[in-house]
T-cell receptor, first 114, second 110 residues
Framework: NAGVTQTPKFRILKIGQSMTLQCTQD?????MYWYRQDPGMGLKLIYY???????DKGEVPNGYNVSRSTTEDFPLRLELAAPSQTSVYFC?????????????FGPGTRLLVL | GIQVEQSPPDLILQEGANSTLRCNFS?????LQWFHQNPWGQLINLFY???GTKQNGRLSATTVATERYSLLYISSSQTTDSGVYFC????????????FGTGTRLQVTL
């Protein structure tokens, strides 16, 4: 299994441009998440999904949109990029068993908005 | 929202030393996870531990939910343990919406 994959690894955007960050998991997990990590900080939840067709906002959703048409894919859309969106973006997926949960993270996408 | 505080913020150890990292949280939780972010940025789940004690090799964790804290123990540290350790808490609910602390940055030297 490849686990959670993200593309691109790094991107520079100009202010006002748009882009889609791709996330794919091959573990058949129902739950998927998008986080952002600013320098020296912990991760903050942007959006999450509990299954295909179901998404909801996290702590910092403004300026972003998501969709979940399949179990495997959970793309994050940035509209009208702003310097405040310069960050590292992590996608994660998880499953639950009777004894708990494990979140698996992708390698991250580093985004610079100039 | 729930607040998560981790201490110490930075820690430098010599290889072979032991350490204890602490996570305090401001409200009741039924989901608590510890993660390690290596120097290349990759995040690895270490423990799911909303209460009790777990061990995995040289790492162990204890959560005292009634007192709202969790401890991560690293024994016989190795240079590969370097990185940032995050505690994240939340409510399982319909999805694990986690709130992360700001982390403990660990550097293990030879």
């Amino acid at each position: 299994n490849a686990g959670v994959t993200q593309t691109p690894k790094f991107r520079i955007l100009k202010i006002g441009q748009s882009m889609t960050l791709q996330c794919t998991q091959d573990m058949n997990h129902n739950y998927m998440y998008w986080y952002r990590q600013d320098p020296g900080m912990g991760l903050k939840l942007i959006y999450y999904s509990v299954g295909a067709g179901i998404t909801d906002k996290g702590e910092v959703p403004n300026g972003y949109n998501v969709s979940r048409s399949t179990t495997e894919d959970f793309p994050l859309r940035l509209e009208l990029a702003a310097p405040s969106q310069t960050s590292v973006y992590f996608c994660a997926s998880s499953y639950r068993t009777g004894v708990g949960e494990t979140q698996y993270f992708g390698p991250g996408t580093r985004l610079l908005v100039l | 929202g729930i607040q998560v505080e981790q201490s110490p913020p930075d820690l430098i150890l010599q290889e072979g030393a032991n350490s204890t990292l602490r996570c305090n949280f401001s409200d009741s939780v039924n989901n608590l996870q510890w993660f390690h972010q290596n120097p290349w940025g990759q995040l690895i789940n270490l423990f799911y531990i909303p209460s009790g004690t777990k061990q995995n090799g040289r790492l162990s964790a204890t959560t005292v939910a009634t007192e709202r804290y969790s401890l991560l123990y690293i024994s016989s540290s190795q240079t590969t343990d370097s990185g940032v350790y995050f505690c994240a808490v939340g409510d399982t609910g319909t999805a694990s919406k986690l709130t992360f602390g700001t982390g403990t940055r660990l550097q293990v030297t030879l």
